[in-house]
Every structure is written in C-alpha cells, then in structure tokens.
C-alpha cells in the first residue's frame, strides 16, 4: 500500500528556463538507461535513451548525461514548459536483467 | 510508432469479483510484455514479465494464482486479478519490448476495488 509521508523529490523552474534532473544508479554493471516521463494519471512515456559506451546524448530539448564513474545520470531539459510538469524516472537495465526504476523526480514548471 | 493501449482504463468492481485487463502493442510485435503496479507517488513495482507463448515469470512476493497472466500473441497480454480486494486496488500498467530493448508503456488501469 501507499507509504505514509512518502513524497517525490521536486525541481521547480520558471518557463523557459533549463532543467537538470538528476539520478543516481547502483548496478556498476547496467548497460542500458533510459528517461521516462509521466503525467498524473498515465502511463510512463518514453523521452531519451543512452548506452554505457556514450556519455551523452542529445534529442529534440533534452539531452542525457551519463558518468559511469559515479554512476550518476542526468536529464536537461531545455526552456522548459508548463507541459513538461511531470515526475521524471530514470531507468537502468544491465544486460538481459529487468528494468530498474528510480524513485522519481516531480518537475512544476511555473508560467 | 511503439504504441501500446490498455483496455479499461478504468475498473470499478466489487470484492471478490475478477478483473481482466487487456494490454495491446498497437504496431510492433512484442514477444516480451511487463506488468507492473502503482501506488501513488511511488516508482513502478514489477509484477511479472510475460513471454509469448510461454508461462509468466512472478517477481518475488507477487501471487501467481491472484495475477493470472497470459500472453496469447505477439500483441496481446492479459493480466486477471482474480478474486479482487480492496487492497488490491491501484494503477497497473503494462509495457511492451519492442525494438531493441527499449520498453514503451501503455497508458495505464486504475482499479477500484469496493
């Protein structure tokens, strides 16, 4: 059931400036990562994906970072929003083993 | 592409009846579908992972007699929550492996169980 007193961290940001949402892994042998976006009441949407063998990687708005040496991935989001308020979760994958979410991270995009 | 639907998106029914919930890749094929549960202002807990044609594999803690999974095509994966309680009550939401290893999610079903 739900965790009482359970709460996202949040990042708040004025539109139009830039966002950095940050995640930190624990498996030194994941491979694979990826960033999800989720609205209230959906169903996580997918946004970027990255390889161990790149450190970053670029899409329309958002760009992926990863260092392997602290284990710690990020996602910039570039003049954000109001539509990109949502939580943001990170996911890593190590080779054929299941994916594995991070806690989440609530984006409030104010106008 | 990489669309995945969910079918209901909303469920209320009373305890002890069933529930099955109906998750489709819309345009790719899908030989490994993925069930998991929500709780509110929580990650993603992963129930099971369905594979085509063969048994689901349970995550540990996960009832395999309560959540019957069937992944009849390469399309389609049915979760039945059988004999429902409120406390089973909560978002589920499925996902599909499509091109490489990237899993895209369906939009989700919030149960309601009375």
């Known amino acids: 059931g739900e965790s009482v007193g359970l709460h996202l961290p949040t990042l708040s940001v004025q539109e139009g400036d830039n966002s950095i949402i940050n995640c930190a892994y624990s498996?030194?042998?994941?491979?694979?990562f990826i960033w999800y976006k989720q609205e209230s009441g959906k169903g996580p949407q997918f946004i970027i994906d990255i390889r161990s063998n790149m450190d970053k990687r670029q899409g329309q708005r958002v760009t992926v970072l990863l260092n392997k040496t602290v284990k710690h991935l990020s996602l910039q989001i570039a003049a954000t929003q109001p539509g990109d308020s949502a939580v943001y979760f990170c996911a890593e994958k190590s080779g054929f083993q299941k994916l594995v979410f991070g806690t989440g991270t609530r984006l409030l995009v104010s106008p | 592409g990489a669309v995945v639907s969910q079918h209901p998106s909303w469920v209320i029914c009373k305890s002890g009846t069933s529930v099955k919930i109906e998750c489709r890749s819309l345009?790719?094929?899908?030989?490994?579908m993925f069930w998991y549960r929500q709780f509110p202002k929580q990650s993603l807990m992963l129930m099971a992972t369905s594979n085509e044609g063969s048994k689901a594999t349970y995550e540990q803690g996960v009832e395999k007699d309560k959540f019957l999974i069937n992944h009849a095509s390469l399309t389609l994966s049915t979760l039945t929550v059988t004999s429902a309680h409120p406390e089973d009550s909560s978002f589920y939401i499925c996902?599909?492996?499509?091109?490489?290893?990237?899993?895209?999610f369906g939009p989700g079903t919030r149960l309601l169980v009375l």
């Open positions: 996902s599909a492996e499509g091109r490489g290893e990237t899993q895209y």
């Open positions: 345009d790719f094929q899908a030989t490994t």
């Open positions: 498996n030194s042998a994941s491979d694979y």
